[in-house]
């Protein structure tokens, strides 16, 4: 079975330009999750869906940036204008049920994005 | 609210050498704990998970106990290898929500 699948895997752009993260979760799960990785702050949770609906937005850190989940099999994560500070580490992760009960979490590869 | 507070890195140890990385956690009720691995350009994947008190969860010769009466979830291995080097993540899943929470992780590196 594929797991999470994350595109791209890296990218350079300039800042202020608008920079869109994808992201296919694995088939089935109904739990979506994008974090952000960086030296600084470590692995933060911006925003998890449910069945494509957002429940908690609270980790995202401005209006820049914004998430969507048009169906169960499709995720975008987007920001504009970028800025230096958002180069970091991006993950999509993906769950049957969530962490409930101890379900597990599955991890894309990661998108690795540098703002210059 | 629920936290994870992990011991800090980085831990450089010898091969075959015993490790203990740290992980005590808050959270109200009863959440199940993780311990997940990341290596060099790799997304994180679960190592071990134990969902409810006096549970051990155990993989790859890793193994963590969860003690509620000190709430910690303390990863241990007998004997490491130069293949465990990686960052190592404690988290806990807090109660009816589906997210997780991680600790800051601790990178290991294990040299020959």
């Known amino acids: 079975d594929a797991g999470v699948i994350q595109s791209p895997r890296h990218e350079v752009t300039e800042m202020g330009q608008e920079v869109t993260l994808r992201c296919k979760p694995i088939s089935g799960h109904d739990y979506l999750f994008w974090y952000r990785q960086t030296m600084m702050r470590g692995l933060e949770l911006l925003i998890y869906f449910n069945n494509n609906v957002p429940i908690d937005d609270s980790g995202m850190p401005e209006d820049r940036f914004s998430a969507k989940m048009p169906n169960a099999s499709f995720s975008t994560l987007k920001i504009q204008p970028s800025e230096p500070r958002d180069s970091a580490v991006y993950f999509c992760?993906?769950?049957?049920?969530?962490?409930?009960?101890?379900?597990?979490?599955?991890f894309g590869e990661g998108s690795w994005l540098t703002v210059v | 609210g629920d936290s994870v507070t992990q011991m800090e890195g980085p831990v450089t140890l010898s091969e075959e050498a015993f490790l203990t990385i740290n992980c005590t956690y808050t959270?109200?009720?009863?959440?199940?704990l993780f311990w997940y691995v990341q290596y060099p350009g790799e997304g994180l994947q679960l190592l071990l998970k134990?969902?409810?008190?006096?549970d051990k969860g155990s993989n790859k010769g890793f193994e963590a106990t969860y003690r509620k009466e000190t709430t910690s979830f303390h990863l241990e291995k007998g004997s490491v290898q130069v293949s465990d080097s990686a960052v190592y993540f404690c988290?806990?899943?807090?109660?009816?929500?589906?997210?997780?929470?991680f600790g800051k992780g601790t990178k290991l590196s294990v040299k020959p």
């Open positions: 959270a109200t009720g009863y959440p199940s």
């Open positions: 988290a806990l899943a807090p109660g009816s929500q589906g997210n997780l929470i």
């Open positions: 134990a969902t409810k008190a006096d």
């Open positions: 992760a993906s769950s049957s049920q969530g962490s409930k009960a101890g379900n597990t979490i599955y």
